[in-house]
């Protein structure tokens, strides 16, 4: 047996890392425990327990557990299970791998029975449902998200481990596994498994078999947020050569190309927007690019962005613009839509028919919430505006 399978976690106390979940009193902990919890949703990165804590719950429930995986379901399966316990006393729980793979048949073969309880199902996802699932999956369950499992956690299940099972490790080759492993539990025992066979296991060993992190990147003492961090600040700041030099770091690191790639498609449109609209164009295709072709190419397209996003006038209008309107809408700002540009359209002046553009009233009470940086093509798009309004 796996050293992952012989030490995964029976019960919610043997689960580490999750005590925003799973502490006393924890929200999640007191709907298990009280035999409460709606159909749900884990999401988290690889190895920080979204299964081990769907088996917990069956178990601490005295469910039949059913382990499914949404790459290989069958409708016909489903049924099968749903038939067999309509009029038992014990409802199964029913765990769906790979969640965001579900179809929107499946999905909807799931309704009727997670609406009349038939059975409590659970998915688990490395990605958030929220934008997999449709609205009426969500609206019948809760989403919860796992957090990577510190160092701190992995360092104590790491040293239980080599002392049940003898292991002789040096402490740089401790901290490697841990470090190199970026929150997956599982990834860890499967590495310090491998070392089980080695004689006299040296740090160079183990990179020889995980030359690069796992997921977060960094196995350096800087964090990958730290190093992410770095990057932004520096694109922001618009020092080219620090920023590829952050990338350089979190590209070595092994951090994947496609979480670097969001980051840099975020900063896009946060601290460049519409001063150059094309740099928002080019984070998107080389996220494009980067799903598609990965490392060692991805390198390139990631180096050609950050050159671009540092180079490029920066403005946060659109950031500023955005959380200012929803401020104001969640302080209460909630006025009624004139009847002009209602669906009824009553009175609409179409400013097509007006030059393109014709005085009239958008919202029932004037607000402002955008203000331009006049910067790069921001102004262009300022002066346009001034000029079709003959301001």
């Known amino acids: 047996m796996s050293l992952a399978l012989k030490y995964r976690p029976k019960t919610l106390n043997e689960i580490i890392g999750q005590e925003h979940l799973l502490a006393k009193g924890a929200v999640l902990r007191t709907l298990i425990e009280k035999n409460a919890l709606m159909h749900s949703f884990f999401y988290g990165a690889p190895g920080c327990g979204k299964t081990t804590l769907a088996r917990v719950i069956a178990n601490v429930l005295k469910r039949p557990f059913f382990e499914l995986n949404a790459t290989t379901l069958k409708v016909e399966d489903l049924r099968k299970i749903f038939k067999e316990y309509t009029n038992a006393l014990e409802k199964p729980l029913i765990f769906i791998d790979e969640v965001h793979r579900l179809s929107k048949n499946q999905q909807e073969v799931l309704l009727p029975f997670m609406e009349n309880h038939t059975a409590l199902i659970i998915g688990a996802s490395t990605q958030n449902p929220y934008y997999s699932l449709t609205s009426a999956m969500r609206s019948r369950s809760h989403l919860f998200e796992l957090k990577q499992i510190h160092d701190e956690a992995l360092h104590l299940l790491l040293e239980t481990i080599i002392e049940k099972e003898v292991i002789d490790l040096p402490q740089d080759a401790k901290n490697f596994i841990v470090t190199s492993s970026t929150g997956d539990a599982r990834a860890m025992l499967n590495l310090l498994e491998s070392s089980k066979a080695l004689e006299n296991i040296s740090i160079e060993q183990l990179k020889s078999i995980r030359p690069y992190a796992l ?170 505006l001034g000029k079709i309004k003959n301001i």
């Open 215 to 384: 997921q977060a990147g960094s196995s350096e003492a800087d964090s990958h947020y730290d190093l992410a961090s770095a990057m932004i600040k520096s694109i922001r700041g618009s020092d080219v050569d620090a920023s590829i030099y952050y990338l350089a770091r979190l590209v070595n690191g092994g951090e994947p190309a496609e979480f670097i790639a969001r980051r840099l498609a975020i900063l896009a449109s946060e601290d460049i927007g519409n001063a150059n609209p094309h740099a928002l164009n080019l984070a998107s295709s080389t996220l494009n690019i980067v799903k598609m072709i990965g490392y060692p190419e991805a390198r390139i397209s990631l180096s050609q962005l950050v050159i671009y996003l540092a180079s490029s006038p920066k403005s946060n209008a659109a950031y500023l613009a955005i959380n200012k309107a929803l401020s104001a809408i969640q302080a209460g700002e909630i006025h009624s839509i004139p009847a002009n540009i209602k669906q009824d359209k009553v009175n609409y002046l179409y400013p097509h028919n007006y030059g393109g553009w014709v005085e009239q009233n958008y919202m029932s009470k004037n607000m402002k919430f955008y203000e331009s940086s006049k910067v790069g093509f921001e102004n262009t798009l300022d002066e346009w």
